[in-house]
């Protein structure tokens, strides 16, 4: 039983929208690299008042186009929800998507990236300091790197493009979500691949859980009693993959 009220039903589809039980009035718009994340703090709350939508993770390819795209969603969420909130940091569009927020009147979570937010901004800098040569995966990452980043850089076919991408990382840093010993290994295998020194750094769901817990909780009279979810309690990933399949194609 959840400290709100009965375990969310979850669904999903392929094209990434998906769907808590209940008539929602909050929609949390993310990129599909954090859904996993954002449905666990859904869900381990009981928010069925929630609908998390998630843009394809491999518009990260493209930032300059996930602006635009976040805009539609507000757009089309303003005629079905009550609030909004948009889970995307800066994300590499040089304020773009800080300057639609504005525009739109919604508040930003902050953050340059993902990375930033899972592991905190103060921790972030810090690590940056002491390497600023450090490649970072979360989990979404650490299970998709040898797809998206390995052979996505045609590596595997031409491996002396490693020092091309990778020649000035010193380490790989594994910002960890879950105690997932099978992601672990992923994460170890993605920093072979690549020859960097490997780290592990457990975050949690960071300050995802955070924002989500503070903007888009139930309200009175439940919200003393919603908590942030921890991580390390479930070994296992958030959903599984027949639960939610993770829209970065």
């Not at 902050?110 to 930033?116: A, D, Q, V």
């Not at 010193?170 to 979500?177: D, H, N, S």
């Amino acid at each position: 039983m959840s400290p709100c009220s009965r375990p969310a039903s979850i669904t999903a589809t392929i094209d990434g929208a998906v769907r808590v039980g209940g008539e929602p009035s909050t929609l949390l718009i993310c990129c599909g690299a954090i859904a996993r994340e954002v449905l666990a703090v859904v869900r381990d709350n009981g928010w069925e008042h929630i609908d998390v939508q998630c843009l394809p993770a491999k518009l990260h390819n493209d930032p300059g186009r996930i602006p635009d795209a976040i805009r539609a969603k507000i757009t089309a969420g303003r005629t079905t929800h009550d609030k909004i909130l948009v889970l995307y940091s800066d994300c590499g569009t040089g304020g773009e998507i800080d300057r639609v927020l504005e525009e739109e009147g919604i508040e930003s979570i902050g953050g340059s990236h993902c990375y930033e937010v899972f592991a905190g901004s103060e921790v972030f800098r810090q690590m940056m300091a002491d390497e600023p040569g450090t490649f970072f995966v979360t989990d979404f990452l650490a299970r998709s790197f040898e797809r998206l980043v390995f052979k996505g850089l045609g590596l595997d076919r031409f491996p002396k493009l490693r020092d091309t991408y990778f020649g000035k990382y010193k380490k790989l840093v594994y910002l960890a979500q879950t105690e997932n010993p099978k992601t672990r290994a992923q994460a170890e295998a993605a920093a072979e691949m690549i020859g960097l020194d490997f780290e592990m750094r457990f975050t949690g769901y960071g300050g995802f859980a955070k924002f989500i817990t503070a903007e888009a909780g139930c309200g009175a009279p439940c919200a003393a009693t919603c908590v942030v979810p921890s991580a390390a309690a479930r070994p296992q990933a958030p959903l599984s993959a027949p639960e939610i399949k993770e829209p970065n194609e």
